[in-house]
């Protein structure tokens, strides 16, 4: 059994200092894929010394973005971004492990912007997206996991007929970019195993959403078909405080 956990930190350097390194001996994952790590590896001073493993794909930026992973287990390689082609690769948002019968692809979808002003990026990134992921299956099946910006559904998030069309990550152009996703072959983990709403894993830090559960689920383990059978659990754990996202994770055989 293999044990994966995904989280939005929003900033490692903030949630270190919020009971990060109980949570991740707690847990106790093979594998923790974090996005937004807001931060370049040198300004971390603290490690986590039971996961020899480490790949950081910091933005450019300074205190933006980024991805990075942390595994006990010794990837066969690495890939940082889209790959050899150089699309998008000053944000920092993918880094893939390709392990013996799988790749694992840690991702930070684009927000599409406060009065969707990135719309049309979200758009480009969603097609290239799924173009790289589908160059990989050829090879292997796929893991995808991270914050995908998108609630699928209107069962996803609390308040689906306000922000649709309206707000990043319920219109029908991100919408339809997971759908894309759906139909070339991947299932979204968790409604494998849970079909009903008010499961979230992102509250706005306003207007006390997170209390009153007014959230959206945006975060995903998206699996190639191929693996549906060894999928043994989904999970997300609102519980765990740090963030405006909390964890999310998947167990398989």
Same mark, same amino acid.
């Given at each position: 059994m293999?044990?994966?956990i995904s989280?939005n930190?929003?900033?490692?350097r903030?949630?270190?200092k919020?009971?990060f390194?109980?949570?991740v %001996?707690?847990?106790?994952?093979d $594998?923790l894929?974090?996005q937004?790590? *807001?931060?370049?590896?040198?300004?971390v /001073?603290q490690k986590?010394?039971e996961y020899e493993h480490?790949f950081?794909?910091?933005?450019?930026?300074p205190?933006?973005?980024?991805?990075?992973?942390?595994?006990k287990?010794?990837?066969?390689s690495i890939?940082?971004?889209?790959?050899?082609?150089?699309?998008?690769?000053?944000?920092g948002?993918?880094i893939?492990?390709?392990?013996d019968?799988?790749?694992?692809?840690?991702v930070?979808t684009p927000n599409?912007?406060r009065?969707l002003?990135r719309?049309?990026?979200?758009?480009?990134?969603? %097609?290239l997206?799924?173009?790289? $992921?589908?160059?990989?299956?050829?090879? *292997?099946p796929v893991v995808?996991c991270g /914050?995908?910006?998108?609630a699928h559904?209107?069962i996803?998030?609390a308040n689906?007929?306000?922000?649709?069309?309206k707000t990043?990550?319920?219109t029908?152009?991100e919408?339809?970019?997971?759908?894309?996703?759906m139909?070339?072959?991947?299932?979204?983990?968790?409604r494998?195993f849970?079909k009903?709403?008010?499961?979230?894993t992102?509250?706005s830090q306003?207007?006390?959403?997170?209390?009153r559960?007014?959230?959206?689920r945006?975060?995903?383990?998206?699996v190639?078909?191929?693996?549906?059978?060894?999928?043994?659990?989904?999970?997300?754990?609102?519980?765990?405080?740090?963030?405006?996202?909390?964890?999310v994770g998947?167990e398989?055989?």
């Open positions: 293999v044990k994966l989280w930190v929003n900033g490692i903030a949630v270190w919020k009971g390194v109980d949570f %001996k707690a847990e106790n994952p $594998v894929c974090i937004e790590i *807001k931060a370049h590896p040198d300004q /001073d986590l010394s480490h950081w794909n910091s933005a450019e930026r205190g933006y973005s980024g991805t990075a992973i942390f595994s287990i010794k990837p066969l890939r940082y971004n889209f790959g050899e082609e150089q699309n998008h690769k000053e944000e948002r993918i893939t492990l390709e392990f019968d799988y790749y694992l692809v840690n930070y599409s912007g009065g002003t719309l049309g990026y979200r758009e480009e990134w969603d %097609k997206f799924l173009n790289y $992921v589908q160059k990989l299956e050829k090879k *292997k995808i /914050d995908l910006n998108v559904t209107e996803d998030l689906p007929k306000s922000n649709y069309n990043a990550g319920y029908q152009v919408i339809d970019g997971i759908q894309r996703l139909d070339a072959g991947y299932v979204d983990s968790f494998e849970v009903e709403k008010g499961h979230y992102f509250w306003m207007f006390n959403a997170r209390a559960n007014v959230g959206w945006i975060d995903y383990f998206v190639s078909e191929k693996l549906r059978t060894r999928m043994k659990r989904a999970f997300i754990l609102s519980q765990v405080m740090g963030s405006d996202h909390c964890p998947l398989m055989k």
